[in-house]
């Protein structure tokens, strides 16, 4: 059972893996909803961005400082960082925002593709974005308790709408509770880590195309859209990378960035 989670999980990745290198000829599908969530606007949710390949949205990140993005490793392991842009400031993936350009990329060199623990990266941009009402930072949430089981998570992105999901041009949000470290293990045994968070709610969850977007407790960065098995399957939450956990790591990680440009 465990190993035909694992090779689930795997295909999973792969398949997001293949949407995240589309061939120059075939746009890929990327832009759908969050499952179960609402329409929003960029101005609730001015920390949200897109991170483009070739121009074609493929998942989700956070603005930490103008020009410093925290999303999840498994979204730029491989990149070629000179196909890689980041929106920020549109409610929508096929028009308006600012793009600039990323110059540099750094992932933890303890994440695994086949574990999808230590799901963390930076991103350092060329050029920086001018904060506005629909361009803004924000802060890492400091403490784990922030995310104790039970709590309301408030998920963000451009992701699919169902499962095999249909393309959605519009910023989607939806409130998912995090669950216990008992539960998400009897969900996914062997593949839980401390470096995770698991959330849930009836028909509501992130999927493909939301990876490396926020979830967001009280205002904080609490976790980054990672994986799961499925999308809102009631059998499996959706797993976050645990951000109180991981902050030493960015915070580092940032500083080093932001040393080439010296
Ligand atoms: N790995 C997916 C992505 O790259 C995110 C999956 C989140 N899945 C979930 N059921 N919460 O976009």
Redesign the pocket.
């Known amino acids: 059972m465990d190993k035909l989670l694992t090779l689930l999980v795997l295909l ?2 792969q398949t ?1 893996a293949t949407l ?1 290198h589309p061939s120059d000829e075939t746009p890929p599908q990327l832009d759908g909803r969050i ?1 179960g969530g609402e329409s929003t606007t960029i101005q609730q949710f001015p920390y949200q961005v897109s991170l483009r390949h070739n121009g074609f949205h493929f ?2 990140g956070s603005i930490y400082k103008s020009n410093i993005i925290i999303t ?1 490793a ?2 730029v392991k491989g990149e070629d960082v000179t196909r890689l842009t980041v929106v920020a400031g549109s409610s929508y993936t096929n028009q308006g925002g600012i793009e600039l350009p990323v110059q540099n990329y750094t992932f933890h060199s303890k994440f695994s593709l086949l574990t999808c623990d230590y799901d963390v990266a930076v991103l350092l941009l060329q050029g920086e974005f001018s904060f506005s009402e629909s361009i803004q930072p924000i802060e890492m949430a400091s403490s784990v308790s922030a995310s104790r089981a039970g709590t309301s998570v408030t998920i963000s ?1 451009w ?1 699919y709408l169902q499962e095999h999901g249909y393309p959605s041009d519009v910023l989607q949000y939806v409130v998912v509770n995090t669950i216990s470290e008992a539960e998400c293990v009897d969900a996914y045994p062997r593949l839980f880590t401390d470096r995770m968070i698991c959330a849930r709610a009836k028909n509501k ?8 977007g926020p979830m967001v407790v009280a205002g904080r960065l609490a976790g980054i ?9 009631p059998k ?5 990378s645990n951000v109180a956990i991981l902050r030493s790591w960015i915070e580092e990680n940032t500083l080093e960035l932001l040393k080439q440009l010296k």
Not at 205 to 212: E, F, H, L, Y
């Open positions: 999973n990745i997001l995240s499952i998942c989700g999840a498994h979204c992105g992701g969850d992130a999927c493909n195309g939301d990876s490396g859209v990672s994986w799961g098995n499925g999308c809102a399957d499996y939450p959706g797993v976050y």
